[in-house]
């Protein structure tokens, strides 16, 4: 079987092809760095993109050109995977699917969750909702903030205080991104991630208190469990199921 190139791209968005256990290698690797004063020094940024990741950033330029900055940007979702085997595949990808060829690629809330539970590093926990950022620091030993982005100067602040190894960011889809590419070069940490939803699955709060099916996890749709059970998220299912494959196929026609 031909090797799939490191290196590829979504709608004209540059991805790296990396499983969870190489993202967490390359965390490690970064947060190995003796100091974050070297000369010209800034975090490295690992993006976290899914489905409505690649609508944005074809449809917003300063979203686009926002995400360009990062380091890093791996899939996070089945419907990236899906994409990237569809010009070879065609709708086969659907069956594989089907049939949980993809369960083992997503990698966002694995990330952020075995890198809490090792322990080994340092964290700091931005945004979320609800408190749930707070419950997570006290329970994993590590500093938070959950101010929104009009408090830039005073959370950059706290964190530059703190240090962290690594600074997880969950301002929400696009919003974190946004904050992560204004801040960069202003950050002092080792490494910077956003990680969306992944405090309140990692808390098992909000709608993610009721256990997901296991059928549902072996495909990979976490995604349509959650929407299924929150109102709010039907819109995204529309563009993950219906626009975002549609871009796809057209995509270069």
Known sequence: MKKRPQKLEILGVKIVNARKERVLNKISAQCSV?????????????????????LEAQDNSEFAQAIEKADWIVLDGVAGWMA???????LKVVLNA????????????????ELLEEGKLKFFLLGGFRGVAKRLAQKYNCEFEEQGP??????????NKYKPDILFVSYGRFKQEMWIAQNLDKLNCKVVVGVGSAFDEVAKEGVWKMPTPVWIQRMGLKWLWRGLHDAKHWKRIWKAVI???WRIYRYDK
Not at 34 to 53: C, G, H, Q
Not at 98 to 113: A, C, H, M, S, T
Request: proline letters at 7%; a positive charge; aromatic letters at 16%.
């Open 34 to 54: 003796l100091s974050t004063k070297m000369s010209n020094y800034r975090p490295f940024w690992v993006a976290t993109a899914y489905s409505e990741t690649f």
């Open 84 to 90: 990237l085997d569809y010009p070879n595949q065609g």
């Open 98 to 113: 089907l049939q949980g060829k993809y369960v083992d690629r997503p990698v966002g809330v694995e990330i952020f969750r």
């Open 150 to 159: 009009d408090q830039d100067r005073r959370i950059l602040n706290k964190i």
């Open 243 to 245: 626009i975002f494959p």
